[in-house]
């Protein structure tokens, strides 16, 4: 078993920035790929951002390239830094593992952004 904790999320106006965290723990590996994902209220939940093992290979969705960046320390922690956050951002944000094809989430931490 692999457990997930976020963190970081909160309520921001819209062109601010927020850091989000997430904490493996468990059954892990140092070699398991991350991700975050999001869920706006009445849609499906959708793919933001994902790293590799080594850190050297990051993937973003569309909508939040060039304004998140998805990076990881040695201890199995993610990190997603969001700037230039837009109201469209608002979501439960879910950190992932592994990517593309998650078994593990975690319980999830809202972000609001107000405009």
């Known amino acids: 078993q692999v457990q997930l904790v976020e963190s970081g999320g909160g309520l921001v106006q819209a062109g601010g920035s927020l850091r989000l965290s997430c904490a493996a723990s468990?059954?892990?590996?140092?070699?398991?790929?991350m991700a975050w994902f999001r869920q706006a209220p009445g849609k499906e939940r959708e793919f933001v951002a994902a790293i590799s093992w080594s850190g050297i290979n990051t993937y973003y969705s569309g909508s939040v390239k060039g304004r998140f960046t998805i990076s990881r320390d040695t201890k199995n922690t993610v990190y997603l830094q969001m700037n230039s956050l837009k109201p469209e951002d608002t979501a439960v944000y879910y950190c992932a593992t592994p990517y593309p094809t998650p078994d593990y989430w975690g319980q999830g931490t809202q972000v609001t952004v107000s405009s």
């Open positions: 468990g059954r892990t590996s140092s070699r398991i790929t």
